[in-house]
């Protein structure tokens, strides 16, 4: 299974928030975080991250 995890060059600018189907994505002031209990490993905030700050490893 893979695992999304939000590790580098976050910019907080919520793209992967909205992108995410199961909101499973929220922002504060040190960027954005994934809680890994809702996520469904769609890959959509992946995609959707410009800054390319999510990495993916499998697990």
């Known amino acids: ?3 999304y995890v939000i590790d580098r060059g976050c910019k ?4 992967c928030y909205w992108a995410c ?3 499973a994505i929220y ?3 040190q960027g954005a975080h994934i809680e890994q209990e809702k996520c ?3 890959g959509i905030c992946y995609e959707s991250c410009a800054n390319e700050a999510i990495s993916v490893y499998e697990e």
């Not at 907080?12 to 793209?15: E, I, K, Q, R, V």
């Open 1 to 3: 299974m893979k695992k």
């Open 12 to 15: 907080a600018c919520d793209a």
């Open 21 to 23: 189907p199961k909101k």
């Open 27 to 29: 922002v504060d002031q």
């Open 40 to 42: 469904v490993h769609c």
